[in-house]
């Protein structure tokens, strides 16, 4: 199959080309770095260097495919987060349709269909001819990186840790030994690999459902003060806590740390959603197979990358 996949080498795009061309499909990767084109080839994939706000460039790409996987990065210096999500939406629907597209597997956010104004899945509404999946993966693993430098004392009051679409945002404190959002303390998450993320859209993608599905996809549930902990353990700050804030207190941190009015807002009603359990019951109702890898594991990746800091 010829397969194209958004996302440059991210998180979840480089497991899944890694995959797909292990398996013998014809791959390309969209990316807006030119840089990046070597490595992309030296995976066995095509490059395709553009941007998703180009509708002719992904109309281009998209051409003569089987399946395509699609995803949005979440921009934090679009003012209005919404606008922006349905504006790079829209490119894409305008593009597969264009190119005849027959498998499009989106990528959501496990809390994106209870966010106001956020949710863009219901664009691809319009998509004729094609077989859909969206997916909507819970909190992403990987996020924890983003936190490294104020786990060891050297951020400030204020500066905010965002968890991707998916919908976690957090705040951290330059004292060390402390998460902190409106969601968190026993609240319960779903945590997820990007790996098994890439596994589940790899799956998706070579199959063809007669109607639009969703799937979600998690790797391990727990509360976020046994994930703090594991987090914690694994670099020597075991007594590591994620502390509940109130919706106002989360919105002032993200006011003071300069983030745009309406993207703080959003941030704090992703947070809202979950700590209220529809995110988490909405993800028990689908009844998703769990992924394979914990965060046990991959505590251990993050204590190598935290140590070489």
Known sequence: MKIIITGSLGNISKPLTQ????????????SSNPQ?????????????????ADVDFLTNTFTGADAAYVMIPLSFTDPDLGNYLRRMAQNYLQAL?????????????WAANLIKGEN??????????ASIT???????????????????GKG????????????????LTGKTGLLMGNCGGEDRIIFVSPKDIADAVAEELLLYPNKTTIRYVGSEEMPCNEAARIIGTAVGKPWLKWVLLSDKEMLRGLKMA???EKLAETLVEMQAVMHSGKTLENFHKSQPKMGK?????????????YNKE
């Open 258 to 260: 300069k983030v745009p």
């Open 134 to 152: 969206i997916m909507r993966p819970g909190s992403f693993y990987t996020n924890f990186y983003q936190s490294i430098d104020l786990m060891k």
């Open 97 to 109: 349709q264009k190119a005849e597209v027959k498998r499009v597997v989106l990528m959501s956010g």
């Open 120 to 129: 863009v899945e219901n664009v691809f509404d319009a998509l004729t001819g």
């Open 36 to 52: 990046k084109k070597a490595a992309i080839e030296a995976l066995g994939a095509g490059a395709a260097i553009g941007s998703i």
């Open 293 to 305: 890898v914990k965060l046990v594991e991959f505590a251990k990746e993050f204590a190598a990358v």
């Open 19 to 30: 995959t797909l061309v292990s398996q013998g499909h014809a791959v390309t990767v969209v």
């Open 156 to 171: 400030l009051i204020g500066k905010f840790l965002t968890l991707r679409y998916s919908g976690l945002g957090a705040l």
